[in-house]
């Protein structure tokens, strides 16, 4: 469903029109639920990347700090190239991991190109080592995002269709709560509410079964049976 249906379906529902719930109120509801909803996605994931990401960014020579994009909930792969053309999967660290010092001469003798590390302070990410070189795209971060706010009349929730009407719901569920002394509100608030946790459950089912072709492999426990029989 686009933003202008979802306006519509959350109007019909609440019983109401444009000049008692505006399009600036409701595309605020809609969009304050999308992110209740986005939460309920990223909590039910399972190995399906619904608002999944990936952002690259120049290395500057010397620049050891680099951002990370402001719509990110979390990390899961970074890669450099100091050169341009070799690429690295880059470690996650604390540095409360290590012992020895962090000034540039200890990393630079710690740390190598072949083996990076990074470390994530407050939006930042920490290289280590840092590069020598200006390196066009050279850091590639995938990353989990928010989901994006529907601004434009045509634009339409990142998840499945089915599931759509709920940011209706929500964005009705906040006028009828307004409005709750009105003829009906008390009874439509009721079933709205009810509609919404069908929905919210049905979507988690969902999602945490989306990635149903992912082939997992298990292995068993060693077991040493001979252990304490000498």
């Not at 919404?196 to 072709?213: R, T």
């Amino acid at each position: 469903m686009t933003l202008a249906e979802l306006r519509t379906f959350a109007r019909r529902f609440a019983n109401t029109n444009s000049t008692k719930y505006s399009d600036a109120n409701l595309d605020a509801s809609i969009n304050a639920f999308l992110d209740e909803v986005g939460s309920d996605i990223l909590t039910a994931m399972d190995g399906w990347d619904m608002f999944g990401e990936r952002s690259t960014t120049d290395l500057i020579s010397g620049q050891q700090e680099y951002a990370v994009p402001e719509d990110a909930v979390w990390v899961k792969r970074l890669e450099i190239t100091y050169d341009g053309s070799t690429w690295f999967p880059v470690t996650w660290f604390d540095i409360n991991e290590r012992a020895d010092a962090m000034d540039d001469t200890t990393v630079l003798q710690d740390f190598t190109k072949q083996k990076p590390y990074a470390d994530l302070l407050e939006n930042s990410i920490f290289l280590y080592p840092k590069p020598d070189a200006n390196v066009t795209a050279g850091l590639k971060l995938w990353y989990i995002k928010l989901p994006t706010p529907l601004i434009e009349t045509t634009d339409s929730p990142g998840f499945v269709r089915i599931f759509h009407k709920m940011l209706a719901y929500g964005a009705a569920k906040d006028f009828l709560e307004q409005y709750i002394n009105e003829p009906g509100n008390v009874e439509r608030l009721r079933q709205c509410e009810k509609n919404i946790a069908i929905l919210i459950s049905k979507m988690k089912n969902i999602y945490n079964k989306h990635n149903q072709d992912r082939a997992y492999i298990v292995e068993g426990a060693f077991v040493d049976y001979e252990y304490g029989n000498d």
